[in-house]
């Protein structure tokens, strides 16, 4: 299925244990060897530390290879392997099981932010988030960890073990490299919190259900992305097809049985005889995790709401408008029409469409454009989000917020044909530099210090300074320029409407 998922981010130019090591130094040993970063500044950065061994396809990972002498860790390893679009010319590589290391230049004993990037879980590379801000006015050790993607993180077929999960326990493996290597890099192991943003949320919503990733972390964050994230119909496309972001094993190795056979395939082993090249052609169809697995055993929302997870506080949330980037393309790149947005509609809804139409009226909004993409972003990203968080909050300590900045930075040099507000990913630039470093107002700026402060806090004491999410249209911490206040979420995006 289709997603498109941070292709704000695509257009953005991203595109573009043994003794501890003295804080100050570039070198650092890990459990297989020595590492030489560099010293930037008020940080040191380690890129390209191999956290598994090469993957074997449709394999565990396994334990990195030891190695002799000081390795180079100057530069990123190789991108996993996915088509072009976050990374210009995509990637060919099944070897990209790297980590990257961004500490405070006096690093000892700091809280660890484990980083888990988006990308639809068909793209992207965790070198594309320079985390020198965020280590060094958070005061936290920022770990940013590749994954695999696509065919090769989430294929499945029946008969084939770990089907749909690969890129999850890619996952795992980076976590346990953590627990047993950052304190060398002067990182406390027993303060780690795994945070993501969009696929990465999806991800961290994953491992907050998986049994197998207990005691692997200590705090979650989730950006934009949650356990109920999914859609209807013609939500982000004309003929999209209604569907969760987990999805049943038994449906996906079917599936994958299905996709064997257009490559010419009957089974795993030919397949694996396969160039990445020749695979990449069918990327696409396979970027929803699979539930009903050993290592996700339910599906995740279920999960939360039968308690079945880890108890380690949760910092939650999204951006006050979402979906705005898939608005303002959804007619041949250009901002929904007026009779597009009515067929849709129609479509989409059926009987109960004039009733959505009285909530989401292109009057009330300025545009067809602007109405859809309230209704995409309630209905698919506050609401579900909000409801993970309410599941939550029945059995552990849950902070809910949403970035609310009505024009952040932009994503894409193109200059945008309607408003796009605080649209899908205009958070990541808060804490990271994205290929670039963001041109803020001092306001801005000011709202950036502000959030790195809070979920540096948060990775720190598990309290990011707002009060606590109860889930009873309680509070919400709104992050705007010079306007940081409670709102009440479930009123502003509709949430008891959908629920109803």
Known sequence: MKRRWLVPLVAAGLIAGTTAANADDSVVRTGYGAVRGEINGHTRVFEGIPYAAPPERWRDPKAPRKWDGVRDATKPGPACAQLPGELPKGSLSEDCLYLNVTTPAKARNKPVVVWVHGGGF????????????????????????????????????????????????????????????????????????????????MSVCAQLTSPAAAGLFDRAVMQSGSCRSGWLDNFEYRGEVAATIFQPVDALEEHGKDIAQVLGCADVACLRGKTAEELLPQHWAFIQPAYGTPLLPRYPGDAVEQGRFH??????????????????????????????????????????????????????????????????????????????????????????????????????????????????ASDLWSFFDLGRAPKFTEAQQRLSDQMIHDWARFARTGIPGWPRFTGNHDHVQSFAPDDVRPVDLAEEHRCDFWRA
């Open 122 to 201: 068909y793209m992207g590379a965790g070198s594309n988030y320079d985390a020198r801000r965020f280590a060094e006015q958070g005061d936290v050790v920022v770990v940013t960890v590749n994954y695999r993607l696509g065919i090769f993180g989430f294929f499945g077929m029946p008969g084939l073990e770990g089907s749909g999960t690969f890129g999850l326990k890619d996952q795992q493996a980076a976590l346990r490299w953590v627990r047993n290597n950052i304190q060398n890099f002067g990182g406390d192991p027993r303060n780690v919190t795994l945070a993501g943003q969009s696929a990465g949320a």
């Open 311 to 424: 108890r380690v506080p949760v910092l939650s949330g999204t951006t006050k408008n979402e979906a705005t980037p898939w608005a303002a393309a959804y007619d041949d790149k250009a901002p929904m029409r007026p009779e597009t947005f009515e067929a849709v509609l129609k479509e989409t809804f059926k009987e109960r469409a004039e009733e959505v139409k009285a909530v989401y009226s292109p009057e009330k909004y300025g545009s067809a454009a602007l109405a859809w993409a309230a209704i995409v972003t309630d209905r698919m990203w506050s609401c579900t989000q909000y409801e993970t968080a309410r599941g939550l909050a029945t059995r552990t300590n849950v902070y809910e917020y949403e970035f609310a900045d009505p024009n952040p930075p932009r994503l894409s040099p193109i200059p945008p044909q309607m408003p796009l507000g605080a649209q899908h």
